[in-house]
């Protein structure tokens, strides 16, 4: 990967130092780093630092005579494979959503053709304001790329969300993004995604909490590293993402028939949150209320979608992947669920957070034949973002 360079703009943040150990990381795994330091960044880390580890010229000023008399901005931002902005402070992002260009990073910013890769870093409350939660979502819609922020302890001494992501965590993001190509161009991957729904009379059905949010996400960024994606969505409010190929259905039958139809496949995702039970006996005319009382509703087992997709056989994907939504003893129950279900790796989460089910964050186990990986709490798509990277290494 020695031919790929990426242009690292470093924001005004205490978290800049970790732009030294990701410069260093980047150089190590054979990437050219051009660093951009804004004025804001230059308060906590030093040009000479930067240029020392990068090898590279340090660019800061938008105005600089030597080299905008070549437009510098222009041939910074088309000159990298990747734009990484380490860290994305609330202001960088406030003015990429919006597009402004007053300053060399901005600029940089609006005048790239190239994919932008995001490690947000602010204070918890800066990060939960409804303005950074607009400016996420637009920066979101227009493509760009996010990793972070973790959850922790801060430099203001407040803990939550807003710790930058670690530099190996960047760097994983970063080499995902520089593959050669699409990594999963011509691979197939089904995903389904969102709540079932088990009618119990025309009217009145048994379903769930399911948003769609997390499966959609997922086929999104499959998508977007170059994979043919059908989704296998039961109802949702959410629009289908360009990039993909939905098939809408409601029961867990239906969503298992439309689950085969649509293999052979390469990877199979089951996001989606299948009802375990459905009414036995479904009325053909709304039930109404009577003197006898509510009627007595017999329950039946629906299929088992993840455990028919990973059993062994010639049209078994490569690879599946499982979704456990927990209330309790998280990690001991997905470990149990993965043996006994026979995928290849479990995706866990503890519903019980707030603004996890129905919301727009998730806080996750990948239980693994290796073991347990604990990834902190991220928006969605990045948590999306980030198993895609990992399933496109294991192919």
Known sequence: MAEKRVLLIVG?????????????????????????????????????SLASLAEDKVYQDL????????????????????????????????????????DLASTTLLATDKPVL???????????????????????????????????????????PGRMAEPPAILEAILGLLQTGAPLAGKHVLVNAGPTLEALDPVRFISN????????????ALARLGARVTLVSGPTGLAAPAEVTRVDVESAREMLAACKAALPADVAVCVAAVADW??????????????????????????????????????????????AAETNDVEAHAVAK?????????????????????????????????????WERAPKSE????????IAQSL
């Not at 105005?63 to 202001?91: K, N």
């Not at 972070?148 to 407040?158: F, I, K, R, S, T």
């Open 118 to 160: 995001m490690a947000p870093a602010m204070n918890v409350r800066m990060w939960q304001h409804a303005a950074t939660r607009r400016n996420l979502a637009t920066l979101q819609a227009d493509g760009v790329h996010f990793v972070g922020p973790d959850e922790g302890a801060m430099a203001c001494g407040e803990y939550g």
């Open 278 to 323: 459905r009414p036995d006996e479904v009325y053909g005319l709304k039930l109404k209320k009577g003197r006898e009382g509510p009627p007595a509703i017999t329950l039946v087992e629906n299929p088992d979608i993840l455990a028919e997709l990973s059993a062994s056989g010639p049209g078994r994907p490569k690879l599946v992947v499982g979704f």
């Open 209 to 220: 909490r399911s948003s769609g949010q997390q499966g959609y996400a997922i086929a999104t």
């Open 383 to 390: 948590v999306a973002q980030r198993l895609a990277l990992r």
């Open 338 to 374: 993965r043996q006994r279900k026979g995928c290849d790796w479990i995706v866990a989460n503890d519903v019980t957070e707030p603004g996890v089910m129905g919301g727009g964050e998730n806080a996750v186990l990948l239980i693994t034949a290796a073991g347990t990986e604990r």
């Open 63 to 102: 105005f600089s005579l030597t080299d905008e008399a070549e437009m510098g901005h222009i041939q910074l931002s088309r000159s990298a494979d990747l734009v990484v902005v380490v860290p994305a402070t609330a202001d960088l992002m406030a003015k990429a959503a919006a597009g402004l260009a007053n």
């Open 12 to 48: 005004g943040g205490v978290a800049a130092y970790k732009a030294l150990e990701l410069t260093r990381l980047l150089r190590k795994a054979g990437v050219a780093v051009r660093p951009l330091l804004t004025k804001a960044g230059a308060a906590f880390v030093t040009p000479l």
